[in-house]
């Protein structure tokens, strides 16, 4: 139904909005399963559902620059799982690669999020749109230990804990595990990004280095 632009008929889309956010609302929640866990924990929960995971990396606080675009590659792929034997995975929080939950629960999928505890010591918000958190004993926040090409206990819990990773862009982290999955003979793929221009530009000033003007990410610069 349409609505007139003028005030006199507005009081028409309000049972319209009323439903589209109470639908949100059911679909969003707080996370049902919040817990530390060990990769072979996370594992034995994953294998109990008997359900296939589909892993979702990217730009976390870097965001894109095209988020449109993002949400738009990231709905073509979930239209390819059946939502009934795939539970979508990614890392917890809502930034960046993070909007794809709510995506996900719109479409029905059960969610889930692997995430350091270093987002725990630090307060880092949780998607309202993740069903199920767990929390990796680690002093980092992910990618290859410093030094080696050895994932840290949070992106071994991300790799191997996945049938098939998608990755719309992404930094250090993302390049890592990438690397690390298709060593692992793992499905994969890689779609280019650029993480958000101004952010970069704005984080660069901060730390007293050059404006950048290469905006792939260190997964592009790889993939």
């Known amino acids: 139904m349409e609505c007139a632009q003028s005030k006199r008929h507005l009081t028409c889309c309000l049972p319209v909005l ?13 996370p049902s399963t919040i817990r530390e866990a060990t990769s ?11 359900m296939q995971v589909l892993t979702f990396l990217g ?12 949400l738009e590659q ?4 979930l239209d390819q799982f059946d ?17 794809v939950y709510e995506i996900a629960k719109r479409k029905g999928f059960l969610t889930a999020g692997i995430v350091s505890t270093q987002a725990q010591e630090n307060k880092v918000k949780l998607s309202p749109c993740v069903d199920m958190v767990f929390f990796v004993r680690d002093a980092t926040w992910g990618g290859f230990a410093p030094g080696t ?38 499905a994969f793929r890689f779609i ?5 221009h101004q952010l970069a530009r704005e984080r660069a000033l901060k730390r007293g280095q050059a404006a950048p003007t290469d ?3 260190a997964a592009g610069a790889v993939f």
Do not use: H, W
């Open 74 to 77: 990231a709905t073509q792929i």
């Open 149 to 186: 090409e050895r994932l840290s206990p949070t992106s071994t819990a991300m790799v191997e804990n996945s049938d098939v990773i998608v990755a719309i862009g992404g930094g250090e982290v993302t390049r890592d595990e990438l690397m690390a999955a298709k060593r692992a003979g793992k």
């Open 83 to 99: 939502p009934r034997k795939t539970i979508v995975s990614i890392g917890a929080t809502p930034e960046g690669i993070g909007a």
């Open 18 to 30: 009323a439903l589209l956010f109470a639908r949100l609302a059911l679909a969003c929640n707080q």
């Open 215 to 217: 905006f792939r990410g």
């Open 59 to 70: 730009y976390s606080g870097a965001e894109y620059e095209n988020k449109a675009a993002m």
């Open 40 to 50: 072979e924990e996370i594992r034995a929960f994953f294998k109990g559902k008997n």
């Open 192 to 196: 280019p990004a650029d993480m958000n």
